[in-house]
């Protein structure tokens, strides 16, 4: 990799920024004997992949590609042609063939057998340089230019390059620590593209509530969540919930996030309900709690609910039932146990908003879908301009799905500029 060119080289390819989909647009254009430049403003290539599935890297999903679509909602069909062309299985195969296998896990999530997302890093490092690629790293870009069928990309520190062709592929607004600042929506706006309104996805919700914050570190197994205004059903699913200092996270918290923000620009406020025994009704619990109440003398009710709560979600039921700490279970009264059972069913909580953009991990919206061409990823009002990744709008759940759509976009993106 080299710290930057001096002067101007013309390329027959830039592809800007080093994620997922960078590397993988410069990996197949070099392969296709190209002249390519990746350009990246970090030190090294894919930083953002490193903190990827908790450091393991959740690289795709071993789903079929109609689920794919259907996760990635109204750019699903968009993507149709990209998923076609680089498939979970051409990206298991193309890491296979650098010597690192992939495991499936739990939903169809693919892990490399390391359990390290630095290998994945390694394999695209290497396969760049196989493919012939000029990484030039510490290179922010500052602007770009189109002039007489080429484009001229100003880096920081006055160096400038040019090429036939670029490939935009300059991430979304999210987790900027590693390098992903928005720079592209406003490198896209300056080339005519249009921005669909950046949004946080796969984010935590805050909440009014602030018991929250005594359970912060809690997570809660095979939960229901419903989320409703007024009396409106709006989402409602089941899943792992994590209680944090501001709210709420974990697994379906994130999934259902982006449409929660959406939901929140015209409902508000909302109520999320969990459902602690989505399996068991109120007269199911009723009965078995009716049965353990009558234990020994001198049994107190928090001891009861042992049964049925995590520890550190006793004092909250107790304190929101207005039930004293110490008080026996033979003591409670029928109107209490109803209230904590109908807890145990709809525990409420108010959704405030979502963290902000910069701490989701996926930023919903960017440019306008509209202006590229799903066949090719070119843009359909900048000759020779590719885009690929989370730059375009759209994004999808937790799951592999995302980093899938940034290597599918960025392969047939790099593939149609070389072509
Ligand atoms: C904490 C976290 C965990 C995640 N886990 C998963 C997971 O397990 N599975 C999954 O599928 N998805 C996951 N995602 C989402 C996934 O990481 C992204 O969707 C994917 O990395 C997007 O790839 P990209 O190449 O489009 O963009 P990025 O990875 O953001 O790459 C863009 C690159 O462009 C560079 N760049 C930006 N501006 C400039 C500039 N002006 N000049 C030069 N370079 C620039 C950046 O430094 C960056 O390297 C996670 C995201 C986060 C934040």
Same mark, same amino acid.
């Given at each position: 990799m080299s710290d930057g060119i001096a002067g101007s080289e013309i390329f027959d390819i830039a592809v800007l920024g080093g994620g997922a989909a960078g590397c993988m647009a410069a990996i197949r254009a070099g392969a296709l004997k190209k002249k390519v430049a990746l350009i990246e403003?970090?030190?090294?290539?894919g930083k953002k992949i490193l903190i990827t599935g908790k450091g393991r890297?959740?690289?795709?999903?071993?789903?079929p590609i109609e689920t794919f679509i259907e996760k990635f909602g109204k750019s699903g069909k968009f993507l149709r042609t990209a998923f076609f062309k680089f498939f979970n299985t051409d990206l298991v195969e193309f890491f296979r063939l650098h010597g690192l296998e992939m495991k499936t896990e739990r939903q169809g999530r693919v892990f490399p057998v390391t359990d390290k997302a630095r290998s994945v890093v390694d394999v695209l490092v290497t396969s760049l340089a196989q493919s012939g690629v000029e990484v030039i790293c510490k290179s922010a870009i500052r602007s770009i230019k189109t002039s007489a069928g080429s484009f001229q990309i100003e880096l920081e520190g006055g160096r400038s390059i040019s090429a036939k062709k670029v490939i935009l592929a300059l991430g979304g607004a999210s987790y900027k620590a590693t390098g992903s600042m928005g720079d592209g929506f406003d490198i896209a706006v300056k080339l005519g593209h249009s921005i669909t309104p950046l949004k946080p996805a796969l984010v935590p919700l805050t909440t009014?509530?602030?018991?929250?914050k005594d359970l912060q570190g809690l997570g809660l197994e095979h939960i229901r969540l419903t989320f409703e205004c007024g009396k409106k059903r709006l989402l409602s699913e089941i899943g792992e919930l994590m209680f944090t200092h501001f709210g709420v996270s974990g697994p379906l918290v994130l999934d259902l996030s982006g449409e929660v923000v959406f939901l929140l620009e015209d409902h508000k406020p909302i109520r999320m309900l969990i459902?602690?025994? *989505?399996?068991?009704?109120v007269d199911q619990l009723e009965k078995r709690m009716l049965n353990d109440l009558s234990g020994p003398a001198g049994t107190l009710f928090k001891s009861v609910m042992k049964g049925y709560l995590p520890q550190k979600l006793i004092p909250v039921f107790m304190r929101l039932a207005n039930i004293d700490s110490e008080r026996e279970a033979n003591q409670v009264t029928q109107k209490e146990r109803r209230l904590v059972l109908n807890f145990f069913k709809a525990l409420p909580l108010t959704i405030k908003g979502a963290l902000p953009i910069e701490e989701a991990m996926v930023t919903s919206?960017?440019?306008?879908?509209?202006?590229?061409? *799903?066949?090719?990823?070119?843009s359909r009002l900048v000759p020779g301009l590719y885009f690929a990744g989370e730059v375009m709008d759209g994004g999808a759940p937790s799951g592999g799905y995302n980093l899938q759509q940034a290597f599918s976009t960025g392969y047939l993106a790099g593939d149609s500029a070389a072509a």
């Open positions: 403003r970090n030190d090294s290539i890297c959740n690289i795709t999903n071993a789903a009014k509530e602030t018991w929250v459902d602690l025994k *989505p399996a068991l009704t919206g960017g440019v306008s879908i509209r202006e590229i061409n *799903p066949r090719t990823m070119e």
